[in-house]
């Protein structure tokens, strides 16, 4: 019962965002490929990281995943930069564009956790929360470790 909850809650929010998403084709170009459309949003979800923590992050080569990244950076929605501690490190960065895609993303979601909020008792929202937040910290160890091994790169 809660794994068809859970799973109709998921589906729902991600045809949502499809569905806003190629609704959009219309007024615009369709830049992004259903792949870059992940890897953006993996890289997004690093937090700047380098191409080799994504191509690791995701299974790719390193000449694959800087493929994807060039483009990315060509289509606009990435933008690479140097670190300033080693010259020879170089970071992704998500930019406004991603951004504006991403807020397309998340306004469903935004609206639907409104609704909860306003149809729910605040105890029932606090014990939402804390499941969600334990659901991510916990019990999510394999996503959890990848991005905890790629932010101790980071501090080194």
């Known amino acids: 019962m809660l794994q068809d ?6 589906e729902k ?3 949502n965002f499809y569905k ?4 959009g084709f219309a007024e615009r170009e369709a830049t992004l490929t259903a792949t870059e459309t992940f890897c953006v949003e993996v890289i997004h979800a690093m937090g700047n990281p380098t191409i080799t ?9 390193q000449p694959n995943m800087t493929y994807k990244a060039n483009q990315l950076v060509k289509k606009g929605y990435l933008e690479k930069y140097t670190s300033p501690e080693d010259r020879r490190e170089v970071y992704l ?6 951004y504006h895609y991403y807020r397309i993303r ?4 935004t609206l639907v956790l409104q609704r909860a909020m306003d149809k729910f008792p605040e105890e029932d929202i606090q014990k939402l929360t804390e499941m969600l937040e334990t659901i991510s910290s916990e019990l ?3 996503v959890t470790k990848e991005l905890d091994k790629v ?3 980071k501090k080194k």
């Open 151 to 153: 932010k101790h790169l």
């Open 53 to 61: 923590e994504v191509g690791d992050f995701l299974n790719l080569s």
């Open 93 to 98: 960065r998500v930019t406004d564009r991603f």
């Open 106 to 109: 998340n306004e469903y979601m």
């Open 13 to 15: 929010l991600k045809l």
């Open 20 to 23: 806003n998403i190629f609704g």
């Open 5 to 10: 909850a859970f799973r109709d809650v998921y």
């Open 140 to 142: 999510m160890p394999e």
